[in-house]
């Protein structure tokens, strides 16, 4: 991601309601269970070798992982675990790279790393892997072991709303990067945060090809675009439970639930935006100047 991509949507912040030192607490800290398609429990006697092959992402905030089990053979396999960390900056701060080989008997393998001293054991259920190292050479800089999952073909629908809560692309505030790595897998390999940012904690991840751009503030979503268009904007101004509004000035729109102070902003490129786009973030006292200084005006259908 480029940092002036980053740049431009914590101006859009600062300018439309945005993601200020104003944000509430409740907004970023609420805790919320990783959200992962439910699987049934898999029968010993049906699981077949080949259901062990794919390419698996690490749940996890901090570490960006990856589990490969290729080249089936009956009852062996090889297996690539891959990671690494960065910090707030995109600095590198550790990585891993394991390759070894495992015997598979049903939903259970064991696997040895080649040319260290590192075995372990990984359970399959369904589209998830868990893997448990052991030995001194395993976790020299980053722990692995975890839940790995298979990042499902079928994606979350762009806009619904469950308990009063906006959900863009399946994700909402306080959702943290593991529950994002659940239904999109690890963002771009070139994350990056914008050049203003004045917090430490503050990062974004870029997913280019899903055109979807997060921010987490200490692992907490709290802000985030995402490519839309007209006919988008349709589907959700007839689906919307909350008030709309349309900017005096822009084309823009505005869709607020005001029972917890969600808004969600359609901008396309005629306003200014480099493309259409929706962008979800808290409201401040900023959205609310706006609406009763006349700038937001409501729409009545």
Known sequence: MNKRIA????????????CSENTKEADVTTEKPIE????EESDNAQVEYTDWEGNYVFIDDEIEGTLTIFDQQEAEFTVLLSAEKKDWENTLLAEEKFEGKGTAENDLAAITVTDKDCAGELSLNGSEVTVELNGTECDKNLNLSGVYKKIAAEKPELFSINDGKIYINGLTFADTPATTKAFWG???PDNSTADDVHLLDETVHTYAEDGMQITYYQHKLYAMTVEADKEDLAKITKAFPGEHYKDSNSDTELFHMEDNDHLLIYRSEESGAEQSEFLLIPVDGNFKHAVDSGIYVPVRE
């Open 7 to 18: 740049a431009s949507l914590f101006t859009l912040v600062l300018l439309v309601g945005g």
């Open 36 to 39: 992962t398609t439910e699987v």
């Open 186 to 188: 690890n963002p771009d």
